[in-house]
């Protein structure tokens, strides 16, 4: 008898408690930026493309879901010709953005990948590209790599010396 | 091999006191890091990265900093690689080259497998502290096969010093001066050696990668590997080829001490490119149209049934694929697929290697002879590895000078400064200049005949009872007396011949040689090039040439004729293929690129190149070797052998139905003919070892390189053939050493891998070098010397004798078709000696009309003042000449005039 009375207090009690359920999907959980979720493939902080397809990301992989293709632009900058993220494989660990040494691959706070069908998980460069820099808006890899580009010639990068005139004489 | 004890980190170690202090380390499995020390090239000191410190004796705390590369191993030596000093001054020697590292390897071709990288994480090196700025070049562009990217560069020599001085080239050098040395050529330009390809593998870091690699990009750790065989020549060298994707990437050297070595051939390189060529042969083809595979096997059965059968083999198939049409044809219904003349002529060459006492030397012996004669052979672009072999033959006599003087033979510099120019003895007679005439003692060059009397004259000057050559110059007396007393003041004589000349007697003659000196007791060796890759397997097999397919088909009723991986067109002349192929009713090939063969055939069924097949190659030593399947394709193609089988099967012949797989085939060969007894032994049998990983342990993008067709991944392929596994995993166990996919040792992912392999650091492999040699030299002395001396050539007025002048790009049928090497070939032209050329009335670059048999063509003209007269040179194997068999006699005019009846003028 006592104790249906205690319930019942325990329960009118809880009707003016603080609320701790979140209306998910009305209502958005706060993730940090540094939460792993779904991938992107980002830019540099001039619009291009900061994948170098360096397959650093792909060989990071604990289950190679990464694959990519290795091109190059006529002057010489290269750039993944394809890019495939495997996400129903993906554990989300972050080795690959991790293991980029562009800033390219990033994990950002989005984790609503829910899919019917599998083969939709299987994401390309198309549905992994966003348009901006991601987390690290200054990096450009171009600026510090010694190879030349398009827009970048030898010894245009960061700390570099003009190029050697092999035909000088001076000492 | 005397034994020295020395102490390294105080444990007693024994090693060769013959070796440096790096080598013998390396040899014992430490990890020593360097840098401008190459197992082929030497010491010379110059990366101070391989320091090490040597203590005085057990007493000695102190000790000093030594470079273990320039330290004798000698007996006692105290040193320690793990002292604190040293280890520091390593890791400072790093710091510094590191300090102009351009900070690109994401985008580096050789990031994955950079022996700087290497070295890097080995010493421990990690952050750049230098903060001033970096220097930079401007790269050089040196041809479709190479890369150049000089920023990466860590002046360590060894690119300048193989090219210029292990390979002979000129156009590659060190300028300017300080740390701004600059590797290249003096101006843009492709690079002229045909070993250039090397530079990729010998660099250290990426300064040359391969340029044919950079069209579809693979790290190492993404190629599924397989060991393979060289298709491009005769010598058999051992390459690993890489796939990824579906698609051949690329090829690097695969070391076999006893064959290539270290080093690769461009062709044998870079034309890998072939298997992706746009001719190729991907799915089966019924009357011109493409067919499905059951198709295709329901139209060979029903052709099969309707009446007898001839197969036609090839040089370049592999002796299973041959065995397989021999069986399906019948022994007495199958043919060589040669020439009858080349058929001959190789046949001639077996049966000296096997009657006589000579025996067919390995690469490696070829590298350690003392004195050779060339007869005949253009090696450089015959068979290339032979010549960067002789290269280095030439090093043997005057070491001696420096042994003489107690210098070790790995103390580079120290030799070279010794040896000055002086050379070993190294004769060339061949038909024209070759490109190893720089380093010969004496050249001549004549026509085949006059060669082959040279020849004979040097055997009978060896040997008085050899048959005398009569009526010879007193010139050639002189000159073949001097190169008889070389052969024979040497420890290892050899004498190196082919069949490049066409001409029995140039064969012959080599023969003589070599039995003289063997006669006097003179170890002598003699060796062979061979014109493909299984040409040598292909004479073993006794099988007729193609005339006597020709002459089958008119004297009985052969309903079908099967060619199996074979160009008819540049076997025989038009005329006299077109008049086979119309006395059959039915013509199927199997063959892996479109041709003018596959263009006349009823059914083409797509064959498998080196890359999706497994077979045997004999190369020309007689050593057999296996190449294993590197990737399974997702079209049609298969091995030539495996679609013989089953249409055979399908058929209802009884004959094939023993074997299943590569190991009952090879088994079954080893049974019918008895020359292939030891076939079955060339590598493990599948049974034997358990699975071998194609894939390295960090091959990425498993479960994503196919999601896009399906997320559901599909078992890996099986191989039913071989250990090898298209998978990453692997049994436990060592991996015998025909089988090795592919070097990798744990903290070495450059191709210098293969230190981890070797019994001592240049030696052999592990558990022997791969290959099994099926000819040995008779032990009894029926041998009779050859009496068919040719008489003296005598050049015919209005006539000139064609004869072929071989290219490294162009003359081989299948390099020809990849993309990169595409881009060297020579145009076709006629070669004229300048002081016959005025008498037709040609200049240099200007046209002439030529009339070979009844066929008359126009050409651009090349002076070389090297042919002989009443000579002239065609380019070998270069369309539309291809099916003409040289040499031949051939009628010159100038543009405009017309062939008059008794020839030109």
């Known amino acids: 008898m006592l104790s249906l009375v205690r319930s019942l207090w325990e329960v009118f009690r809880h009707t003016f408690a603080r609320r701790v359920t979140v209306q998910y999907p009305e209502q958005k959980a706060y993730l940090s930026p540094r939460y792993r979720g779904r991938i992107v493939l980002t830019r540099d902080p001039d619009g291009g493309e900061r994948c170098v397809a360096c397959n650093l990301c792909a060989v990071a992989c604990p289950v190679a879901c990464i694959s990519l293709q290795a091109t190059e632009d006529e002057h010489g900058r290269r750039y993944p010709e394809f890019f495939r993220i495997n996400f129903s494989r993906c554990i989300f660990c972050g080795y690959c953005e991790e293991a980029c040494p562009t800033y390219a691959i990033q994990l950002t706070p989005d984790c609503e990948m829910g899919e019917y069908k599998r083969q939709n998980l299987v994401y390309e460069k198309t549905d992994l590209m966003i348009d901006g820099p991601g987390k690290y808006p200054d990096y450009n890899f171009w600026r510090v790599a010694g190879v030349a580009i398009g827009g970048k010639d030898k010894g245009q990068a960061e700390n570099e010396l003009p190029p050697v005139d092999t035909h000088s004489l001076m000492p | ?153 860590i002046q360590c020599q060894r690119c300048v010093r ?86 051949l990437r690329r090829v690097v050297n695969r070391y076999n001490h006893e064959v290539n070595g270290y080093f690769l051939c461009d062709r044998g390189r870079f034309g890998y490119e072939f298997v992706e060529s746009s001719l190729r042969i991907r799915h089966p083809l019924v009357d011109g149209k493409p067919a499905t595979r059951s198709e295709a096997l329901e139209r060979f059965g029903a ?113 070279r400064e010794t040896v000055q120019d002086a050379k070993g003895p190294l004769f060339i007679a061949s038909p024209y200049a070759t490109k190893l005439d720089d380093i010969a003692t004496a050249t001549y060059h004549a026509s085949p005949d006059d060669l082959a009397r040279l020849g004979f004259a040097i055997a ?9 050559v009569i009526a010879l110059s007193p010139e050639l007396e002189t000159m073949a007396a001097k190169i008889a007393a070389a052969l024979r003041g040497a420890q290892h004589p050899l004498v190196v011949a082919g069949a490049s000349c066409r001409n029995r007697g140039v064969i012959e003659a080599a023969g003589q040689i070599a039995w003289a000196l063997c006669k006097v007791g003179s170890p002598a060796s003699l060796s062979f090039t061979m014109p493909e890759c299984n040409s040598f397997g292909l004479a073993l097999m006794e099988a007729p040439p193609l005339s006597e397919a020709l002459r089958t088909v008119r004297s009985e009723p052969v309903s079908t004729l099967i060619v199996l991986e074979n160009d008819l067109f540049r076997r025989a002349p038009a005329n006299e293929v077109t008049s086979l192929l119309r006395g059959v009713q039915h013509l199927i090939v199997l063959d892996h690129l479109g041709n003018p063969t596959t263009d006349a055939a009823e059914l083409v069924l797509p064959a498998g190149t080196f890359a999706e097949s497994d077979g ?8 057999a070797q296996r190449f294993f399947q590197v990737l399974n394709p997702s079209t049609d193609v298969q091995e030539s052998w495996r679609w013989l089988h089953e249409v055979s099967v399908a058929a209802g012949s009884k004959s094939m139905e023993r074997w299943e797989d590569l190991d009952d085939l090879t088994a079954t060969i ?44 599909p078992r890996p392929p099986q191989d039913p053939d071989s250990s090898l596994a298209f998978s990453m995993e692997s049994g436990p166990g060592p991996v015998p050493s025909s089988l090795i996919p592919f070097f990798w040792a744990p903290g070495w992912n450059s191709v210098q891998a293969v230190n981890k392999f070797q019994s001592e650091i240049g030696g052999a492999l592990r558990g ?3 290959g099994v040699r099926l000819i040995e030299p008779s032990r009894e002395s029926v041998w009779q010397y050859f009496s068919a001396i040719p008489p003296a050539f005598k050049s015919r007025s209005g006539e000139w004798l064609l004869i072929p002048v071989f290219h490294i790009f162009g003359s081989e049928e299948l390099s020809r078709h990849a993309q990169g090497i595409s881009q060297l070939l020579p145009r076709p032209y006629l070669a004229l000696n300048p002081a016959e050329a005025s008498l037709v009335g040609a200049k240099a670059g200007g046209r002439i009309k030529i009339l070979i048999e009844d066929s008359q063509f126009e050409l651009e003209i090349m002076l070389r003042a090297d042919l002989p007269r009443g000579v002239a040179g065609l380019p070998a194997g270069l369309p539309p000449f291809d099916g003409i068999q040289l040499p031949l006699f051939c009628k010159l005019a100038s543009v405009g005039t017309e062939f008059s009846a008794r020839g030109v003028l």
């Open chain 2, 460 to 468: 009978h000057a060896i040997d008085a009872t050899a048959p005398e």
């Open chain 2, 162 to 247: 193989f090219y210029r001085e292990y390979a002979g080239g000129h156009d590659l050098n060190a300028f300017h001066l300080r740390d701004s040395i600059f590797y290249g050529r003096h101006e843009d330009g492709v690079l002229e050696s045909e070993f250039s390809g090397n530079l990729v593998e010998i660099c250290p870091t990426g300064v040359f990668t391969d340029a044919t690699l950079k069209h579809h990009y693979s790290r190492k750790w993404d190629l599924q590997m397989a060991p393979s065989i060289c298709v491009h020549c005769g010598l058999g060298c051992n390459i690993t080829a890489g796939e990824r994707y579906g698609t």
């Open chain 2, 768 to 770: 022997g070098d791969p």
């Open chain 2, 670 to 713: 080893a049974k019918e003919i008895a020359a292939f007894g030891a076939l079955p032994k060339v590598a493990p049998p599948r049974s034997a070892v358990g699975k071998i990983a194609r894939e390295p342990s960090r091959y990425s993008g498993r479960t994503a390189m196919l999601a896009n067709i399906s997320v559901h991944e």
């Open chain 2, 1 to 153: 091999m005397t034994v020295a004890t020395i102490f390294i980190d105080n444990a007693p170690r024994e090693v060769n006191p013959k070796q440096n202090l790096l080598h013998v380390c390396l040899s014992l499995g430490y990890d020593l890091p360097y840098f401008c020390w190459h197992p082929a090239l030497g010491s010379v000191g110059a990366c101070r990265q391989c320091a090490v410190k040597q203590f005085r004796n057990e007493q000695d705390a102190t000790g000093k900093i030594v470079m273990a590369c320039m330290t004798p191993a000698a007996e006692g030596t105290r040193i320690s690689i793990a002292d604190p000093e040293v280890v520091a001054f390593r890791a400072g020697v790093i710091q510094g080259l590191m300090q102009n590292h351009p900070h690109d390897c994401p985008v580096c071709d050789e990031g994955g497998e950079c022996h700087l990288q290497d070295m890097t994480v080995m010493t421990g090196h990690r952050q750049r502290v230098y903060s001033f700025g970096k220097r930079t070049f401007r790269n050089q562009y040196l041809g479709p096969l190479v890369n150049h990217e000089m920023n990466r560069c």
């Open chain 2, 616 to 623: 045997t190659l004999v190369n020309n030593e007689g050593r």
């Open chain 2, 303 to 415: 052709v099969l049934r309707k009446g007898a059968v001839i197969g036609v083999g090839s040089p370049r198939a592999s002796l299973e694929s041959n065995f397989a049409l021999r069986a399906l044809a019948g022994p007495d219904h199958f043919f060589a697929g040669v020439p009858d003349e080349e058929s001959r002529l190789i046949s001639a060459m077996v049966r000296i290697l096997r009657d006589g006492p000579a025996r067919s030397p390995s690469l490696d012996e070829v590298e350690h002879s003392d004195a050779v004669f060339v007869l005949g052979e253009d090696l450089t672009n015959v068979a290339p590895i032979m010549a960067l072999r002789l290269r280095q033959s030439v090093r043997q006599a005057p070491m001696r000078l420096a042994a003489g003087l107690h210098i070790p033979e790995w103390l580079d510099h120290a030799v």
